[in-house]
């Protein structure tokens, strides 16, 4: 576990974006993010009551999480998106996976 590196990552919501649409908006970067290094898990989430909306990633290590924070997508794809967001870095613990899959899935698209 020690070589990997995670972060949460939080937007406030623009404008008065249903969950389902936050959801669909989701799903359109799974592709995208299946390309990026180093990625080895995203979770969005989404926070109504405080409107907010953002993802847990963890990376495979520090050094791909540094680079794709340092990114251009992540510098000036992601702020032009969405806004600039409030990141905190952890290192993870334990990680469970009670199933594996080799193509995007989530259980809100299926």
Do not use: H
């Not at 969950?19 to 926070?47: A, C, H, M, P």
């Not at 791909?64 to 990114?71: N, P, W």
């Not at 794809?77 to 334990?94: D, I, N």
């Amino acid at each position: 576990m020690a070589d990997k590196a995670s972060m949460l990552v939080q937007f406030k919501i623009v404008g008065d974006r249903s969950v389902q649409e936050l959801r669909e908006n989701f799903d359109s970067t799974y592709e995208l993010l299946r390309k990026v290094k180093g990625i080895l898990f995203k979770n969005w989430w989404v926070n109504k009551k405080d409107n907010e909306w953002g993802a847990y990633y963890i990376f495979n290590t520090v050094q791909e999480r540094e680079e794709y924070l340092a990114s251009e997508f992540w510098q000036k794809t992601v702020p032009s998106l969405y806004g600039v967001p409030k990141v905190t870095c952890y290192e993870p613990g334990p990680i469970i996976a009670m199933n594996a899959y080799n193509k995007p899935k989530s259980w809100l698209s299926d």
